[in-house]
């Protein structure tokens, strides 16, 4: 009886010893996941600068750099590339005007073609503005003041190719008046020209009268065929439309 209560004793105690294991695992358990989700997420690890992870490293979400942007793009695994900014080439958007402070003045000019690549010329004039544009490619490259028609003899508006070229042209209309570079617009007398008084109180009988400077530069410049586009009280600006 002795040695079965001795028995009894140690197998009770080997019971009590595997319940109380069981309890501690338990409990350590409860306590680690405690601990996972009030602890904070361990860092990520650090990538190596040739690219190479750590081991059983995670990989990082894809890094790309599209054309036009100076920050990379972060994009989740299997994340399509967003739509990459492509800026309009075409050479008929505006893609720079000449810093001119203020209102330019009669008999004003200004002129910058340093660095600007070739295309195609276009030039545009408005009737309020009373100020005539040399585009190229896009990129103005001379402005200046410009002596218009009047109610009785108007500049006409519209889109105009220049027909022809004439270096030393006079107005057989007009009393054989001088009109030096000419780019005849119209073939019944409209054209760009120098030879006049861009002046406050002058007018012209529909051309567009330039200093003779810009003329002879614009001249040298301009081929037949190229555009000119006169308009009235028409705004834009750079990423516009010179059309």
């Not at 299997?78 to 080439?89: E, F, S, W």
């Not at 000019?109 to 295309?119: A, E, K, L, N, T």
């Not at 410009?146 to 006079?170: C, S, W, Y």
């Amino acid at each position: 009886m002795a040695a079965m209560n001795a028995g009894l004793k140690w197998i009770g105690g080997l019971t009590l010893a595997i319940v109380a294991g069981l309890v501690l695992l338990i409990s350590a358990g409860d306590m680690l996941v405690a601990q996972d989700r009030a602890a904070p997420a361990a860092p990520a690890p650090q990538i190596a600068a040739q690219n190479v992870l750590a081991p059983s490293a995670a990989a990082p979400a894809a890094v790309t750099f599209s054309e036009d942007a100076a920050d990379p793009v972060d994009l989740a695994p299997g994340q399509a590339l967003p739509p990459t900014p492509v800026m309009d080439t075409s050479p008929f958007v505006i893609k720079r005007v000449l810093p001119i402070e203020g209102p330019i003045r009669y008999g004003e000019w200004h002129w910058d073609d340093s660095g600007v690549p070739p295309g195609p010329l276009v030039i545009t004039v408005d009737l309020q503005a009373r100020v005539i544009s040399v585009f190229r490619n896009g990129y103005e490259i001379g402005a200046a003041a410009a002596m218009l028609g009047t109610d009785n003899h108007p500049t006409p508006l519209g889109q105009f190719p220049i027909l022809t070229k004439e270096r030393h042209n006079v107005s057989e209309r007009y009393g054989n008046a001088p009109m030096p570079w000419t780019l005849r617009l119209t073939w019944d007398g409209i054209a760009i020209h120098g030879g006049s008084e861009v002046e406050r109180g002058y007018a012209s009988h529909g051309c567009v009268g330039v200093p003779d400077e810009f003329a002879s530069r614009l001249f040298a410049m301009a081929r037949v065929g190229d555009r000119v586009i006169i308009t009235d009280g028409q705004m834009t600006g750079v990423g516009g439309s010179l059309g």
